[in-house]
T-cell receptor, first 115, second 115 residues
């Protein structure tokens, strides 16, 4: 079975600085998707960024980028120029490419932004 | 507006009193799923459905039932709730099957407390 591990329950960063959230996963599949979701205090699940395993290029979305290391099964999220609105719980998630669409989530990392 | 709706958003109940949490989507999605979110555990899948009248267990199905009589609706039923079912519940939907990526859309969440 696939598993996703986020080893940092909490992180904090100064506003305007850069922070990196870690995620590792385990799978025997060669093709899959990886995601970072943001959950602000409103509890809404917001998709931040997606990476397709067959693509070597790291995904970026504005201030958010990932470092995808397929061999190491590592998928970290870098947030540049942190803003107060980035404060949230962040979840790393995995999904197989084919078949059922189950998302396997990590435990979450709570990110605090210090003004 | 394309969305997944859940009702109620908050519910406090007592042990053993049957309850239903409704989920509805207006995007004509085949795939629907229920997750529960608990501190330190992330989100875990309870049940899923790949189309009308097709449902299957996820990772934590004990104590829950679902039905899929219509494509748009996927209610979660707790026949005899217990305190260990106190959690935050999310419904999600997406297109299925798919040959390419389809985003999974989440509802706003239902906070359930069982006393």
């Amino acid at each position: 079975a696939q598993t996703v591990t986020q080893s940092q329950p909490e992180m904090s960063v100064q506003e305007a600085e850069t922070v990196t959230l870690s995620c590792t996963y385990d799978t025997s599949e060669s093709d899959y998707y990886l995601f970072w979701y943001k959950q602000p205090p409103s509890r809404q699940m917001i998709l931040v960024i997606r990476q397709e395993a067959y693509k070597q290029q790291n995904a970026t979305e504005n201030r958010f980028s990932v470092n995808f290391q397929k061999a190491a099964k590592s998928f970290s999220l870098k947030i540049s120029d942190s803003q107060l609105g980035d404060a949230a719980m962040y979840f790393c998630a995995y999904r197989r490419t084919q078949g059922a669409q189950k998302l396997v989530f990590g435990q979450g990392t709570r990110l605090t932004i210090n003004p | 507006e394309a969305q997944v709706t859940q009702n109620p958003r908050y519910l406090i109940t007592v042990t053993g009193k049957k309850l239903t949490v409704t989920c509805s989507q207006n995007m004509n999605h085949e795939y629907m799923s229920w997750y529960r979110q608990d501190p330190g555990l992330g989100l875990r899948q309870i049940y899923y459905s790949m189309n009308v009248e097709v449902t299957d267990k996820g990772d934590v199905p004990e104590g829950y039932k679902v039905s899929r009589k219509e494509k748009r609706n996927f209610p979660l039923i707790l026949e005899s709730p217990s305190p260990n079912q106190t959690s935050l519940y999310f419904c999600a939907s997406s297109l299925f099957p798919s040959v390419s990526y389809n985003e999974q859309f989440f509802g706003p969440g239902t906070r359930l407390t069982v006393l």
